[in-house]
Structure formats: structure tokens, C-alpha cells
């Protein structure tokens, strides 16, 4: 609002009191700026205007020409005039009137289910009636009535007889979210909801419309028949699957969390999250949900109280003296992965520590430390709404950052905003996007990126696979600053930004001071009340598993890491077999398996803290449920102390303080060196990414999301597929050095040639690490041996 | 009695295989187009303007104001759509004139379109009647032969394409919005305006929406002059127009006269009520229209001589039932029609008409309860100017009007069923004698 010049507002009466609002308002919103609540349905400030329910019928004696309106307007699609008039319910019979006629007619053919509907008690239909209705229907004869509830997806109930065809959710789908998988069908009294195209229902997204469903139309399997409301405890706190950063709503009962909902927030997610944040959070409720530690003895894990634990884990750790490494993966709030950057410098004495359970290169490691560590990210959301231009390099936003894509999908709505897509392939979620395509084959995006003609307002947009395109995100950095654009760098997971931040690098401690600069060194000794901290770069995640695997590492501390989603997972497994290794796990994770001590940790739900999201925006994770088990932070505190060096850091309150005041630092950093292109090998290459729903650990227990509709695949171009005699439909055998994948081949236009895009981590699949191969390396690829 | 007609758009229905061009052009077809591309468009829309056409699909807008309203700076394309989604139960006008002459409309469709500046126009037809739909396409194959469609259209360099399509079936469909959605391929349901289609209409581009019988009455104004056509009529409702009377007369159809002519000069037309039965309530324009009683026998039928006495014109389309009728019966028909036909995008029209039909039924099986008929009047209201487009406003005002001329037959619906008060075979226009010597018809 601050920016509205007072020449942009208009003034308008609402009930006799006089307000200006930004010109275009609709008098639905003018009238809740100033606490006047007008019932409504399909209304919805995220979406379109619809004036179809009817709901918010207003009186308008004068709309601002001298001459009023004849019978009552919706207030929901009228804009405001100056001098216009307007009477609610609260002042107008004419209006009260129609809004409790219409409230009747809505109800004739509402069920009267309230007290088995999970909406009951927190329903717009049962507030508005109870508020603008007639005590007692006068409608006494037949209901409309349909088998009820019909399955959408995975997760989503319809009973059509509960809808109020507002549109709602049909809008969402294809306003918001571009999915056009459902839609009003039939008309009448019997128009109702219904799917709509062919194939597979592919969204991210629909679990929104449960929340938006201003009835219960709409519910979600796990969570219909499971509470009412008013037994809810709720908890604002922030999703940890990915680094967009959702505020979430967490509603718990009896200690358990029931369901979660997409926090308002407008500068982040607005009102929507993706499926995956809504709906997966049952991971931690597993058999292998750790409550005590585990020592290894003769070969097994067994139960261990935590003094024994930490004196076995204390007694590795020594005997490794400084031939440690720490790998931590992207669960940790900000504050946990401080702490372990703070261990391994300030109590082990190593700079070997990387967040990385990815392919890398070292490239990233000096574009982290040179442009992301310590440094403000140029970009919000509200900026990819304003830009001229957004150009994407070695990402897909819907898998990698589905909030990302929402916004772009509203500013190429709503603007028209121009988006240019530097990839390999031109996916359905880019389509949306209605993206100018660049091709280029997985390594060249060094060079396409520089026929895009950047401006001051251009944004670049580059994911965490651009690491492994030589040269990518030197180019990025290079090209945005000669045009003066701006750019993002967007992690795939919630605590990759706010480990950056922390430390979590062979190359960076906190705030982004270089290790190899003495007066970097002392500021953060001086801070952390130790005599001096190593001054080598350490060792990267790919050198530390490599070390290790080879006996030359003697101990790991990890968390939250698995070797499926490291470049070599043959190399990671044998890393955490060969070396002395103390896992920090809230599950029996495969990397906790197979640990010598394992010291269970909190899940995210348990404790308190922060995420930085790929914004570098910091968002709170409050504490949900109580656990049994404290967070990595106390864990580690825990264990220093057992080593004789206190870590200091009492709590994540503590943490956080600590490093707000270290602060980032200013003097001079490496200078981020220009690296040349590499070939890409011959033959067909690999090109992939992580999809949102995959064999991810997050997404244990909630096997809604693993319907068809996201069956594993290999996609080729059809004159690659041709030239290699394969069909659309064809089992291919995906190989690599280490292994192979089995997959269909979707045969797909949009996608450059001699490049296979393959499932990288598919549930019930080898992952890529296993096969051997990482993205822009070729793969073998054959067609599976018919079974005898 | 029958120097009260004026033949204009039917006078050629009677020569030998008028629908074809050959047959209209002897009559003298397309000498209206011939003379209009002579003159600047902007002078055929004052033309249209001055003879105070207004639209005939039932709202009576001026149809050279609505032309005007056409952003001619609009870099979009300019559509013209031809409203043949005829529908309306009573009305029958658009689809003779169609399946007589097709050619009158299409050079209506040639002058209009150039008066706008279009080079593609739409004809919109109701999905139930594919012989006309063929007509006209066969019509349209028959001009681009004759270089009266096409590219540089009788070397005047105005361009035209015209495309026939047909509609799937739905009332709602003649709602021009839903038209457009509708033949843009989506689900025909009002929009929400602003924008106007005159703005923002077909494909987002300016686009006229006329109906079938307003742009067939063009060619015969460019013919004969504004002047000519304001002569006719009455005071603000100039010109002629197509009356169609249906039920118990004895000669239905339609009847071609000027605006302002009374019901009971067109009764007399076609031959009376039928022997020895009397008139008890009519239509003016429709069932959408309110129902109209002999007191209003005398009243002009015109825009303004039917809004005097609480109705519309409408469509003209008179149906004319006799004291046989039950008026329950008839209303709950049509109040079942509008119930089929609601499209559902707003409440009080999709959930009103559900309602309504209910308590008709009830009243006309003589199971109503005491006070519905209040109820009846009172649903009627929680509809009536709330709903989202004209429909609903349609489906109540013969319910409101009935109740209001026939009261009593509603209530008698307390006790009685409406087919002992009026036994349905009576009003049967169509008798079948059995062999047992009995006759039957009516009640389906």
C-alpha cells in the first residue's frame, strides 16, 4: 500500500464510513479494509472474480454518478467508483435480504452432514449461515444427492452433493496452477466437478483446493474422518521439503500432527503449498523412527543409553584426532548446521564439512564461497513478478522449487512476463510458462545463456545441476553483473541455503569469511572463545567419502545423508563402512545403518529453529510436537562436551544469536575464476534432476503421492529414439558403470537429441549414484531382453 | 384485414425454391449489398442508426447504436456473430426465415459486416436443427461461387468469410456470453462483464452480437432508406417484425406486420381462437415474457406498449392457450424447461429453478401445502434480478405472472390436482380419435 500514490485511490462510503482504496479495488475488498466482512463463496483474493455464488450481493443506492443500481450488485466483481455508495447487510434490508435468499437456495441441496464433515466447525457455509441465514429452511422437499465421495487423485474425496459450484478449485487449477485436470461439468443443478482430459492426473498442487473448498467438497483421504477442528492445537511454522520456504500451518491433536495447511504469506507462497508439503509428514511415524542410541558390537547395531553412546562416539572421534570429515544433508535448520559447522572446526579441529549429499563440482564449491556465502540474494518472489524478463538455467521449478513456479505461472498470467528456458528440455511444468527455449545439450548451458540479451531487470534463475555444467555458474555470475541483472541460485532442499550461510563448506565458515584468510579466522575464534581454527581448505563431500573409502579419513560425523543421492553411492556406502562413523539420524537411515554410533536426533516437527529459503529469506520452524529425543544441536553440544571442548551453544536461540552477531563478512573474498567449458562425451547423455516426488525419504509413509500418475520414465526425442529402433512404450535398460535402471521410454518432442532424460531417483529404482553416472555423462541404453 | 401485414422479409417465401440464390437474387437479392459497399461503412451504420432498427432477439437494443460501440482503434480483429440459437419455447421465427431464405440473412450479415469493418463472421445456430444448419452452409458454398464471400467480395475490396456453427443444445447458448464461450469450443456459460463483447467479446476481439431476425431486416433498410423503415411502427418502435402465434388459434404462424399492432388485430389474423373455446392467457414474446390476459388484448405490441402493462416483447412469439389451460400445468412446463436448461454457474437460478419446479408439481398433483403458493412468490424473489445473466429473471416471470392474474387455480392446487380442474385432452390441440370411438391427446 505504501507505494499507491494518493492520486491512485479512490473514495468511496461503505456503510457510512468513508474509505479510500487503490483504484481497481472491488468493493468486497474496500469493504474489508475497514473490518466490514461481506459473506462470499467464490470469491477469493487469489483467484479471478466470478460473481457466480451470488453470496455477496450489496446494495449500491449510488454508484458514484448520481444514480444507484436497481437491484442489489455482487460485490466481489464490482470495482470501486469515487462517490460511490454502497450498503451491506449491515445497513441495507434490500441487501440482507438477497444475502439470505441466496444463503437459502444454497442450502436446499446442501446435505445436512455437518457433524461427519471434516469442515464442520472451521466452514465458511456453516459460518456464513449461521450469519446470514434464516434460522429454519423452508425448503421441504428433495435434495439433489450423488454417490458419494468420489476419488480425484492419491490424496483427494469429492462429494459433489456438499459443493457450492463456486469454482473455486476449478479456478486454482487453472489459474494458479495451470493443472486443467478438473473442471465444472454438466449444468443445472446437477453441474458438479468433474475430471477433465486424458491420461494421468500429473499435479503438485491440487491439494489446495481442500483448503480453498469454502465447503467440504473436497477433502483429503488422510486427513477426512481424522479430527475436528475445534480438537486442534495449531502451530505456524515452515515447510522442510524444499527450499521454497512455505509458511505452513501444523495442526496437531493429542500430540500427533493431523494435517498440514499452506501458511498465509503473502511475500512467499501467498496461500498455496505443493502436495508434498501439505501431505508428507508421516515420515518420522516409521519402524525405524529412533528413540535411543545404537553402538555397533560384533558387526551389529544394538541399544546403547546415551552416556555409553557418547563415550563410544567421544573415544572414535579422538582416536581419529584431526582425520574426520562431516557430511551433513539438507534436513538441518539453520541453526543445527551451525552447530555442526561450529564442531568441526572449533571441536575436531577440520575444515572437511560439506552439506553436499549431491553430485558437485569444485567449480560450486568457489561459486558458493565467492557469490552465495555471506552475500544478499538479489531476488525475492515479488521481483520474479516484476521482472522483464526471468531466464531458468539447470532448473525445473515445479520439481526443484514449486513455489517458484506458481509465481512465474501468475506473472506470465497476470503480465505477461517474458520467461526464456535454458535447458535440455522443454517440460509440461515449463510449458506453463509459455518459455522461449533455448536448447542446449547438458554441459552447454555455459554458452546458451550467453545468447539471451539480459537487461537491469532480467533475472537468471539457476539450479543446483547447473554445478555440473562447466562453467554455468561462473557464466551466470559473469553475464548477470556486465548487464547489471540480477540472479538467484535455488538449492533443492530447505536447509542447503542456511548451510551455506553457516558454514557447512570445506571453504566458508559462517557468514561467508574465507577459511584461508587469518583475519576471517580470527573473528570467528575470537567468537567461539578458541585459540585458532585450521586454516586449509578441508576436504569436499566427493574427497571426504573418496578419503574415507580408501582409509585415509579415520572417522565421519553425518546427517541427514544417504548414499543413494551421492555421485558414487558404491564409493559413500564404503566410506561409512571403512571409517568410524557417528551418525546423527532421526531414523535408522541406510547411512545410520551403517554407523558405529548412532545417536538418534529430532525431527523437524520437535524442535525450534530457522530455514533459509532460496531468497535467503529466514523463516521460523516453531516446535510442533514434543519428542523424546533433543536436536542435533544438543546432541552435538553433547558430544563436545564428551570430547572436553563445549561447543557453547545452548540451544537454537543461542545459535541463532550467535551467528547474527558474527555477522557476514566484508573484506575480500577469492575471486571467482572463469571456467571454461567441458565437451559433452559422445553418445547419449544423461540429462535429469531430482523430481518432487521420489524416492526422497521425506515422502516415507504417505503412499497417496506415489500413484501412477508419477511412474518413473525415460524420455527421448523421437528422432534419437527412432535412430536407436525404440518405440514409444519400450522397456529401456539405463546403464552406467555401476548399474541400471529399467524404465519405459516416453518418446517426447520437446527434448534435445542424443539426450536421454531418466527417473534420477525413483522409488523402488536404482538411484543414479548406484548406476555410477551422473547428469551430462553418456549412458548406455538398451532395450530390455524379452523374459523367457 | 390483411393490408395490416407487411411482407418484407417473407415476401419472397412463396417463389420456387426460394432458399436458393438464384431464386433470391431474381427477387432482388444482394441490390441492398451491391449499393451499401458503395458507401463508407461508418455512413451504413448511420443509416441503420436513423431508421431506429432495434435488436429483435428480445432486449430491443438499438442495433446501429451497438454497432457504434465497436473500437474501431482496436488492433483485434472485429467479429459479427449471428444470435440463431433459437430457443425460447413459443418461438419459431428465426428458423422458417432461415430454412425460406437464408440468403436474407447473409446479405444482411455482407452490409453489416462492412458497416463494422469484419472479415469473419459466425452464425450461431441452435444444435437441434441441422437442416438448417445445412441450409445455410449450403448457402454459404452457393456465395463464394457467386463472389459474394471470400477475398475482394464483387471487386470491392472488402473481405468476408462467414462459418455456420452449430450449438450443442442449450438454452443458455442464446445468452450472447455463453454464445461466445460457447463457440470459442468451452462450456456455454454467461461471462462476466465488463468486458462487453462490443470491447472484449469473441476471442477477446471486439465483436457485434446480433440476432438472426435484426441483421435479416438490414439489406431491406439499406433497399429502401431509413426513412422508410421509421415510417412503420410506432413512436420508438420502429419498423415491422415477425409475430409467431401458436396453441389455440386456428391458423398459427407467423405473421409479418409493424411494430405496434395489437393481439387482438393478430388473433384476427389467424383466424380466431378455435371454435367455440376463448382466449384465457397469452404470451407476448415467449415464455420469458409474463403472461399477458384478454384485458391486454388491446395493448400495442411494441417495446414500450408491453413494458406499460408489466411485460416484454420479447420475441413476439404469442402462444395463446384457451380456458381449457390449466395455468399451473403450463407454468410448471416451462418452469421445468428452465430448470433443464439453467446452466448452474449462479445460485439462484441453478438451485432456484430446482425449487420452483418441486413446488409446481406438488400444486399441480393437488398435494400443495397451505402457503405455498407465498412461497412459490417468495422463492421467485430470493431469484428474481439476483442471478448472474437474464435467464433466471425469465424463469420467474411466468410464475410470478400467473400467480399474479390466476391466483386462485394456484391455490386450488391445495386440494385438487390440475388435471381433474382441467382434464389435460381437453386443451389437446391435436386430437387422435381411437378406434373405440373415444379420442384422446394431452396429457404426456
Known amino acids: ?788 | 384485414m390483411t393490408d395490416l401485414l407487411t411482407p418484407v422479409l417473407c415476401e419472397n417465401w412463396g417463389t420456387e425454391k426460394s432458399w436458393k440464390l438464384s431464386a433470391y437474387l431474381l427477387s432482388g437479392g444482394f441490390s441492398a449489398a451491391k449499393k451499401a459497399l458503395k458507401l463508407a461503412p461508418a455512413d451504413v451504420v448511420g443509416i441503420v442508426k436513423d431508421a431506429g432498427l432495434r435488436g429483435r432477439g428480445g432486449a430491443g437494443f438499438p442495433t446501429g447504436l451497438k454497432w457504434s460501440f465497436v473500437p474501431q482503434d482496436n488492433p483485434n480483429p472485429k467479429y459479427l456473430v449471428v444470435n440463431a440459437d433459437e430457443s425460447e419455447p413459443g418461438t419459431c421465427k428465426d428458423m422458417p426465415l432461415l430454412l425460406a431464405s437464408p440468403h436474407t440473412l447473409l446479405e444482411g450479415i455482407v452490409i453489416s459486416s462492412y458497416a463494422i469493418n469484419c472479415h469473419t463472421a459466425f452464425v450461431y445456430v441452435r444444435g437441434e436443427v441441422v437442416h438448417v444448419a445445412r441450409r445455410l452452409q449450403a448457402a454459404v458454398a452457393e456465395l463464394h461461387e457467386a463472389g459474394w464471400l471470400g477475398k475482394n467480395i464483387q471487386g470491392s475490396g472488402f473481405d468476408l468469410d462467414i462459418v455456420i456453427h452449430s450449438g450443442a443444445g442449450a438454452y443458455i447458448c442464446g445468452e450472447e456470453t455463453a454464445l461466445l464461450d460457447s463457440l470459442e469450443g468451452r462450456r456455454g456459460q454467461p461471462r462476466l462483464r465488463p468486458p462487453f463483447p462490443a470491447v472484449a467479446g469473441l476471442y477477446a476481439s471486439p465483436t457485434v452480437i446480433n440476432n438472426v431476425e435484426s441483421i435479416s431486416t438490414v439489406p431491406s433498410i439499406i433497399k429502401n432508406g431509413a426513412e422508410w423503415f421509421a415510417g412503420m411502427g410506432t413512436e420508438k418502435s420502429n419498423g415491422f417484425t415477425f409475430y409467431s402465434l401458436s396453441g389455440h388459434v386456428k391458423r398459427p404462424g407467423q405473421f409479418e406486420a409493424p411494430l405496434g399492432i395489437t393481439f387482438r388485430q393478430l388473433l384476427e389474423l389467424s383466424g380466431g381462437m378455435r371454435d367455440s373455446h376463448e382466449l384465457k392467457f397469452w404470451t407476448p414474446g415467449g415464455s420469458s415474457t409474463p403472461i399477458l390476459t384478454p384485458e391486454h388484448l388491446d395493448v400495442p405490441l411494441d417495446y414500450e406498449g408491453m413494458a406499460s402493462v408489466g411485460s416484454m416483447l420479447g420475441t413476439k412469439a404469442m402462444q395463446v392457450f384457451d380456458e381449457t389451460t390449466s395455468v399451473v400445468r403450463t407454468t410448471l412446463r416451462w418452469s421445468e424447461f428452465y430448470k433443464h436448461e439453467s446452466c448452474g454457474k449462479c445460485t439462484p437460478c441453478r438451485e432456484g429453478t430446482w425449487w420452483l419446479v418441486q413446488l409446481l408439481r406438488r400444486l399441480e398433483a393437488g398435494e400443495g401445502q397451505e402457503g405455498d403458493v407465498d412461497k412459490l412468490l417468495a422463492v421467485t424473489e430470493d431469484i428474481n434480478g439476483l442471478s448472474f445473466c437474464a435467464l433466471a429473471g425469465g424463469a420467474v416471470a411466468c410464475v410470478t405472472s400467473a400467480v399474479r392474474h390466476f391466483r386462485p387455480e394456484f391455490e386450488l392446487g391445495y386440494t385438487t390436482p390440475a388435471w381433474e380442474s382441467f382434464p389435460y385432452e381437453r386443451s389437446a390441440v391435436f386430437i387422435k380419435d381411437r378406434p373405440d370411438g373415444q379420442s384422446e391427446g394431452g396429457r404426456v
Open chain 1, 1 to 788: 500500500m505504501s507505494d499507491i500514490v494518493a492520486s491512485d485511490l479512490v473514495t468511496l462510503t461503505i456503510d457510512g464510513i468513508e474509505v479510500s482504496v487503490p483504484k481497481g479495488t472491488t468493493i468486497i475488498r474496500a469493504a474489508e479494509s475497514i473490518g466490514i466482512a461481506i459473506p462470499r463463496f467464490c470469491d477469493h483474493p487469489l483467484l479471478d472474480p466470478r460473481g457466480s455464488c451470488r453470496q455477496c450481493l450489496v446494495e449500491i443506492p449510488d454508484a458514484g454518478n448520481g444514480r444507484g443500481f436497481p437491484v442489489p450488485q455482487t460485490s466481489c466483481t464490482m470495482p470501486v467508483a469515487p462517490g460511490m455508495v454502497v450498503q451491506t447487510a449491515a445497513s441495507s434490508e434490500k441487501a440482507k435480504r438477497a444475502q439470505n435468499g441466496i444463503m437459502e437456495l444454497l442450502l436446499i441441496n446442501h446435505p445436512l452432514d455437518c457433524p461427519i464433515c471434516d469442515k464442520g466447525g472451521e466452514c465458511p457455509l456453516q459460518n456464513q449461515a449461521l450469519l446470514a441465514g434464516r434460522g429454519e429452511s423452508r425448503f421441504d422437499a428433495k435434495k439433489r444427492r450423488f454417490p458419494k465421495p468420489t476419488s480425484i487423485n492419491g490424496q483427494l474425496l469429492l462429494d459433489r452433493e456438499r459443493c457450492v459450484l463456486c469454482a473455486r478449485c476449478t479456478r486454482f487449477a487453472q489459474e494458479i496452477a495451470d493443472d486443467p485436470y478438473i473442471a465444472l461439468v454438466e449444468r443445472g443443478a446437477l453441474q458438479q466437478v468433474g475430471r477433465v482430459g486424458e491420461g494421468p492426473l500429473r499435479s503438485y498442487y491440487l491439494g489446495n483446493v481442500v483448503q480453498i473448498c469454502p465447503v467440504g467438497a473436497f477433502t483429503a483421504k488422510s486427513y477426512r474422518f481424522e479430527s475436528r477442528p475445534f480438537d486442534l492445537v495449531s502451530t505456524d511454522t515452515t515447510c522442510e521439503h524444499c527450499a521454497s520456504g512455505c509458511s505452513l500451518r501444523v495442526d496437531r491433536r493429542h500430540g500427533t500432527v493431523r494435517r498440514r495447511l499452506a501458511g498465509n504469506n503473502p511475500s512467499v507462497n501467498e496461500e498455496w503449498n505443493c502436495d508434498k508439503g501439505r501431505f508428507c509428514f508421516v515420515y518420522g511415524r516409521g519402524a525405524d523412527r529412533l528413540t535411543h542410541p545404537l553402538i555397533r558390537e560384533n558387526g551389529s547395531l544394538r541399544p546403547a543409553s546415551w552416556p555409553e553412546a557418547l563415550a563410544a562416539a567421544a573415544a572414535g572421534l579422538s582416536k581419529a584426532e584431526k582425520s574426520v570429515g562431516v557430511l551433513t544433508g539438507g534436513r538441518l535448520t539453520t541453526e543445527n548446521a551451525y552447530a555442526y559447522s561450529k564442531f568441526a572446526r572449533a571441536v575436531l579441529g577440520t575444515n572437511s564439512i560439506d552439506f553436499r549429499s549431491r553430485p558437485f563440482s569444485v567449480e560450486e564449491t568457489d561459486f558458493l564461497a565467492a557469490e552465495v556465502a555471506g552475500k544478499e540474494v538479489g531476488v525475492s518472489y515479488g521481483d520474479l513478478e516484476n521482472a522483464s524478463q526471468v531466464v531458468l538455467v539447470g532448473i525445473e521449478p515445479e520439481d526443484e522449487s514449486p513455489m517458484i513456479l506458481l509465481r512465474l505461472i501468475k506473472a506470465v498470467r497476470k503480465r505477461g512476463l517474458k520467461v526464456v528456458l535454458v535447458d535440455f528440455i522443454n517440460t509440461y511444468g515449463s510449458k506453463k510458462l509459455k518459455a522461449r527455449w533455448i536448447q542446449c545439450r547438458p554441459g552447454e548451458e555455459a554458452k546458451a545463456l550467453a545468447q539471451v540479451e539480459l537487461d537491469e531487470k532480467s533475472v537468471i534463475l539457476v539450479g543446483e545441476r547447473a554445478a555440473l555444467s562447466a562453467g554455468t555458474l561462473s557464466a551466470v555470475a559473469k553475464l548477470s553483473a556486465e548487464a547489471g541483472a540480477s540472479w538467484a541460485w535455488i538449492p533443492r532442499r530447505a536447509g542447503d541455503f542456511g548451510a551455506v550461510q553457516a558454514g557447512c563448506l570445506p571453504n566458508v565458515l559462517p557468514g561467508g569469511r574465507p577459511v584461508t584468510q587469518s583475519a576471517a579466522r580470527v573473528d570467528v575464534a575470537a567468537a567461539w572463545e578458541v585459540d585458532s581454527l585450521p586454516g586449509e581448505i578441508g576436504l569436499d563431500a566427493a574427497a571426504i567419502l573418496a578419503a574415507a573409502a580408501e582409509g585415509d579419513l579415520a572417522a565421519l560425523v553425518t546427517a541427514g545423508i544417504d548414499p543413494r543421492d551421492f555421485a558414487d553411492s558404491h564409493i559413500a556406502r564404503a566410506a561409512l563402512e571403512q571409517a568410524f562413523v557417528v551418525s546423527l539420524e532421526p531414523r535408522l537411515s541406510q547411512a545410520a545403518s551403517l554407523a558405529d554410533v548412532v545417536l538418534p536426533v529430532a525431527l523437524i516437527e520437535e524442535q525450534s529453529g530457522s530455514f533459509l529459503n532460496w531468497e535467503g529469506r529466514q523463516s521460523v520452524v516453531n516446535q510442533v510436537v514434543k519428542g523424546s529425543v533433543p536436536s542435533d544441536l544438543r546432541v552435538l553440544s553433547a558430544l563436545a562436551d564428551e570430547l572436553g571442548s563445549p561447543l557453547g551453544l545452548k540451544d537454537a536461540a543461542a545459535a541463532a544469536a550467535e551467528l547474527g552477531e558474527l555477522g557476514v563478512w566484508e573484506g575480500s573474498r577469492a575471486a571467482l575464476s572463469a571456467v571454461g567449458e567441458k565437451q559433452p562425451g559422445e553418445g547419449l547423455i544423461l540429462g535429469s534432476w531430482r523430481e518432487l516426488f521420489d524416492a526422497g525419504s521425506g515422502a516415507d509413509g504417505e503412499e497417496s503421492l506415489q500413484t501412477e500418475s508419477f511412474y518413473p520414465t525415460a524420455v527421448m526425442n523421437p528422432k534419437t529414439a527412432a535412430g536407436h529402433g525404440f518405440e514409444n512404450g519400450d522397456r529401456l535398460v539405463v546403464s552406467g558403470p555401476r548399474g541400471s535402471i529399467t524404465v519405459p521410454l516416453l518418446v517426447y518432442p520437446d527434448i534435445v537429441e542424443d539426450v536421454i532424460w531418466a527417473s534420477f531417483n525413483a522409488r523402488g529404482l536404482p538411484s543414479h549414484g548406484e548406476i555410477g553416472v551422473v547428469i551430462g555423462e553418456p549412458v548406455n541404453v538398451g532395450k530390455e531382453e524379452a523374459k523367457v
